[in-house]
């Protein structure tokens, strides 16, 4: 048996769907139906009904979903102990959170919380988007902070899951800037003389929003696209250094903006807003996340 057997099944029992669990997981439907029959075949019974649509667990499956998420965190703090980790504390709360967030939002934000909460023990798990919510999926974290837009909702099962409204953050391009706080470059450019772009690898969400800012802006926008990358750091000192226009998340850039370093590259209408969002399962937790969620349900608004 192997451990991402275990992981395809979790996915599959969340999204109900083959084929969006293989996208999921990066493989063909056929490949993921074969790891999947490989882990059937390895329990000795039927795990998926294959019969209803969406697809749903049998019953031995239910009872195997619970057992594959405590499995899975089993191997991993075995493996944390044998890298020589000291185990974390029963309190401690885990988080998985994107990269751009855990830059710019969540240090501000858990000190603002800690105020008032007290001080936390937590650990954060920094990835990609996609990553940071089959964390919480498969049970390998308490909490998922993320970024939300309609164009591109967080697809969670409001049955399974809840969630929390707790900031805003404003994506729109920005430039290095002058003595006088003049951007060196502003949108939309001219077919003679586009604008040096620095964009987003395509499996990056800020990727979509930068997408979707182009397609609606105020005029057509002239580029020339000269870097990709998928973190919003690399983007914003690549801007610093004067290479080109970026979409940057506002929060990443206040400091840089404060002191003149870097300015907006286009006038209004060259802007997404996007919600940052907390979620957790509706499943029972320990005391540590109960008494968490319960101080931030009396402070922010739910989804």
């Known amino acids: 048996m192997e451990t991402r057997w275990l992981e395809d099944f979790l996915v599959l029992a969340d999204t109900g769907s083959f084929t969006r669990s293989a996208q999921a997981r990066h493989l063909t439907q056929p ?106 999926v498969e049970g390998g974290t308490d909490l998922l902070l993320c970024y939300h837009h309609p164009k591109k909702p967080v697809e969670l099962e409001e049955s399974r899951y809840l969630g929390l409204r707790i900031g805003m953050e404003r994506l729109r391009p920005y430039a290095r800037c002058d003595r006088q706080r003049v951007p060196l470059f502003s949108l939309p450019g001219t077919p003679e003389q586009p604008i040096p772009f620095l964009g987003y690898a395509a499996n990056a969400y800020f990727r979509l929003m930068t997408e979707l800012i182009l397609d609606t802006a105020p005029a057509p926008c ?73 101080f931030l349900q009396q402070r922010y608004a739910p989804i």
């Open 31 to 136: 490949a993921f139906s074969r790891r999947i029959r490989a882990l059937e075949s390895w329990v000795g019974t039927e795990l998926i009904d294959r019969t209803s649509y969406p697809t749903t667990l049998t019953a031995a499956g239910e009872v195997f979903r619970e057992q594959a998420v405590s499995m899975l965190n089993q191997i991993q703090a075995t493996r944390a102990l044998l890298q020589g980790m000291k185990p974390l504390p029963e309190e401690t709360l885990e988080f998985a959170v994107p990269h751009t967030l855990s830059f710019s939002f969540f240090p501000k934000w858990l000190t603002q919380v800690e105020e008032r909460f007290g001080q936390l023990a937590c650990r954060l798990q920094a990835s990609n988007v996609h990553d940071a919510l089959l964390a919480l």
């Open 222 to 294: 002239h580029l020339n696209l000269r870097y990709e990358t998928d973190m919003a750091e690399g983007l914003k000192n690549m801007v610093l250094e004067g290479h080109g226009v970026a979409f940057l998340p506002q929060s990443a850039v206040t400091r840089e903006v404060r002191y003149g370093q870097l300015a907006p590259a286009a006038e209004a209408g060259w802007e997404v807003d996007m919600e940052i969002r907390l979620y957790r399962s509706r499943k029972p937790s320990r005391p540590s996340v109960e008494a968490f969620w319960s």
